[in-house]
């Protein structure tokens, strides 16, 4: 049976302010990885909240739809064709980055089976026996080329790196350190992590983001992180922006 939380968001004591525009709702989810059963729970949830939403509501994904979880195909074909209560940005993540590499050069596959690669072909209904013993590259790619759809794919190769409003940034990973945001490097924004996750100092605007998996969302001065390990925790979490205000709203698995 799928249940859901409602937790307030703390107020953030930060050293500049952080609002969006007037008359403007912003709901940030944290990475999917296959679990479109999350997905289609927590869309449900926003979908009873737009009575009483402002003029504007959008929805930013933070990326990483694929790998993972079972149902890759699934969150990629709602997403594709906009299947979703509220307009939306759906950003990329390193995953999707992965995906786009593997579908021009199956040596990609020797890494990616191993952080969820496999459950992505297998959604698809790619054969993945070979592949898990370290076999049949290349007839994999092509298998997969052939399934995947048009549609998908320009999906996927359309999701954009940023999106930013009134004082927030969001991204998939993080951005680095000392570099303007609108400076930021691709490989930082869908791979970094140590080096922007110790990072203590300020950027021109709070950093939503993902990636990292943690057991709850880390709420930092200078940074957001809602990446709750939908995959393996059945918890998607979205951060609910509106203002100057934040709450966050939870949908698992019992």
Not at 44 to 73: H, K, M, N, W
Not at 101 to 127: A, C, I, M, N, P
Request: charge should be negative; charged fraction near 25%; glycine fraction near 8%.
């Amino acid at each position: 049976m799928t249940i859901s939380r409602f937790a307030q968001f703390q107020t953030l004591q930060i050293g500049f302010p952080t609002v969006l525009p007037p008359n403007l709702r912003i709901y940030a989810i944290g990475d999917i990885h296959g679990r479109a059963d999350l997905l289609d729970a927590l869309a449900r949830q926003i979908e009873d909240e737009l009575a009483s939403a402002p003029t504007e509501t959008l929805t930013i994904f933070l990326g990483d739809y694929v790998d993972r979880g079972l149902q890759s195909s699934t969150v990629v074909e709602w997403l594709s064709r906009g299947d979703f209560p509220t307009p939306f940005h759906a950003l990329r993540g390193n995953h999707e980055e992965i995906l786009l590499r593997f579908l021009d050069d199956d040596s990609v596959l020797d890494g990616w089976r191993k952080f969820g690669g496999v459950e992505t072909l297998h959604s698809y209904g790619v054969d993945v026996s070979s592949v898990m013993r370290g076999k049949g590259y290349e007839e994999a790619r092509r298998a997969l080329v052939a399934r995947f759809p048009d549609h998908h794919r320009q999906f996927v190769v359309e999701t954009p790196l940023t999106a930013s409003y009134g004082d927030y940034f969001f991204c998939h990973a993080g951005v680095k350190p000392g570099v303007p945001l609108r400076d930021q490097k691709a490989e930082d924004l869908l791979w970094i992590r140590e080096e922007f996750l110790n990072f203590r100092g300020n950027w021109e605007k709070l950093i939503v983001h993902g990636h990292t998996p943690v057991s709850e969302p880390e709420v930092l001065p200078n940074r957001i992180n809602i990446d709750t390990g939908a995959f393996a925790t059945s918890v998607l979490t979205a951060l609910v922006l509106e203002g100057d205000s934040r709450r966050m709203l939870f949908t698992g698995r019992n």
